[in-house]
């Protein structure tokens, strides 16, 4: 079955670090991006950014660039993300997804085209800094 | 960067009633359109993908139209299961993002 499990809630300070994980099983991770949402509580959800398992190219949503690091370990199937100096404003849950695609084709001659979608989610880390 | 924007926020309806959830995007984002339903406590799931291509096990109930910059999420009956909130997303500069403000959908 494909999944992707996430680390455990976490409860932390202000000013600490943190670095939280999105293990991949199956074939979940194999030539895929694998991005993370953020939601603050009662809120909607957010993009923060993808990495590319193959090579490691990172991408992150201007939001976000800047506060967080995202990498991964493909030996590993893991994903990660992290925060050098945690702020209270980060309380939220993190969740990991896979960035699934759709391919058809189209024209003469046919040519591919890539429909992407977030097919396969994390259960959501709870981060709460306090 | 590439906004859309989810309509209404909130919605009351009753078990039965069918009903439509807007999106538009800031630029013509041809199909690259995605729907989400969460509920409370939950993971998002994809419901439609490419505006209007049913994910595999959604319900019929549930369907996606649009393209360019206007798309509409339709659930046709709504069953006790279906109160939750739904969210639109674009992926056309994948793996640049944006989700819409979601709409909540509560019994009425």
């Known amino acids: 079955e494909v999944q992707l499990v996430q680390s455990g809630a976490e409860m932390k300070k202000p000013g600490e670090s943190l670095k939280i994980s999105c293990k991949g099983s199956?074939?979940?991770?194999?030539?895929?991006?694998i991005g993370w949402v953020r939601q603050m509580p009662g809120k909607g959800l957010e993009w923060m950014g993808i990495?590319?398992?193959?090579?490691?190219?990172?991408r992150y949503s201007p939001s976000f660039e800047g506060q967080v690091t995202i990498s991964v370990d493909k030996s590993i199937s893991t994903a990660y993300l992290q925060w050098s100096s945690l702020k209270a404003s980060d309380t939220a849950v993190y969740f990991c997804?896979?960035?699934?695609?759709?391919?058809?084709?189209?024209?003469?001659?046919?040519?591919?085209?890539?429909?992407?979608?977030?097919?396969?989610w994390g259960e959501g880390t709870t981060v709460t800094v306090s | 960067d590439i906004q859309v924007t989810q309509s209404p926020s909130s919605l009351s309806a009753s078990v039965g009633d069918g009903v439509t959830i807007t999106c538009r995007a800031s630029?013509?984002?041809?199909?690259?359109l995605n729907w989400y339903q969460q509920k409370p406590g939950k993971a998002p799931k994809v419901l439609i993908y490419a505006a209007s291509t049913l994910q595999s096990g959604v319900p019929s109930r549930f369907s996606g139209s649009g393209s360019g910059t206007d798309f509409t999420l339709t659930i046709s009956s709504l069953q006790p299961e279906d109160f939750a909130i739904y969210y639109c997303?674009?992926?056309?500069?994948?793996?640049?993002?944006?989700f819409g403000q979601g709409t909540r959908l509560e019994i009425k």
């Open positions: 997303q674009q992926s056309y500069n994948t793996p640049s993002i944006t």
């Open positions: 990495v590319y398992v193959v090579d490691s190219d990172t």
């Open positions: 630029r013509n984002i041809g199909r690259s």
């Open positions: 997804a896979r960035l699934g695609y759709y391919e058809i084709l189209t024209g003469n001659p046919p040519v591919p085209q890539y429909y992407y979608y977030l097919d396969v």
């Open positions: 199956g074939n979940t991770f194999t030539n895929y991006w």
